[in-house]
């Protein structure tokens, strides 16, 4: 289970605090890790690009874990209420669910397993990446639905990002 105590952040306050999804987080490692840095705004209204460049400007930003609705969620055209309406394209996928609700969830429930943490923890960014990069041998088993192939370079871009951004390697001891 992560330590809690551990939790370095240096902004108490939740107005400072970013609510984050697992896997929204590690797919801003993936992305850094394929070279994206920087992002426009998304015709879905979503905040991933405010979200993201605070997270990379930054890695002692506060993150607050979020299984639900998280701060990239909140202006988005598809958070109903606080559940995602969408759809994924299980064409790739076949034993993934078609709700985005479902299978975020599930991703995020792994990676909360991989990594010892539960809704609620707040951790530092550093400090979810070097957690992240601590459990890389995770990524096959919690995108399990994914191509291998898929699935192997979403776990090298992964490690590159966590290597980019970089990681708090303490955090994974
Ligand atoms: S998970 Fe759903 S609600 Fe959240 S940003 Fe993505 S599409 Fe929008």
């Not at 590690?26 to 991933?48: F, K, M, N, Q, T």
């Amino acid at each position: 289970m992560y330590p809690t105590s551990y939790c370095c952040c240096r902004t108490p306050s939740a107005a400072h605090n970013v609510n984050i999804k697992p896997h929204h987080f590690v797919d801003i490692l993936a992305a850094l890790g394929g070279g994206r840095s920087r992002y426009e705004p998304h015709p879905y209204g979503h905040a991933l690009h405010t979200v993201a460049h605070r997270i990379l400007a930054d890695r002692e930003v506060c993150l607050r874990i979020e299984l639900g609705a998280d701060d990239i969620c909140a202006p988005c055209r598809h958070n109903v209420g606080g559940t995602c309406d969408d759809v994924i394209d299980t064409s790739f996928r076949p034993e993934a669910p078609a709700s985005k609700n479902t299978w975020n969830l599930r991703l995020d429930r792994r990676w909360c397993e991989a990594l010892g943490l539960k809704q609620g923890d707040e951790l530092t960014a550093g400090q979810l990446c070097g957690l992240i990069a601590g459990r890389i041998d995770r990524v096959p088993g919690i995108y399990r639905e994914l191509p291998p192939d898929r699935t192997l370079l979403k776990q090298r871009q992964i490690e590159e990002g966590a290597r980019l951004f970089p990681a708090d390697r303490t955090a994974s001891k």
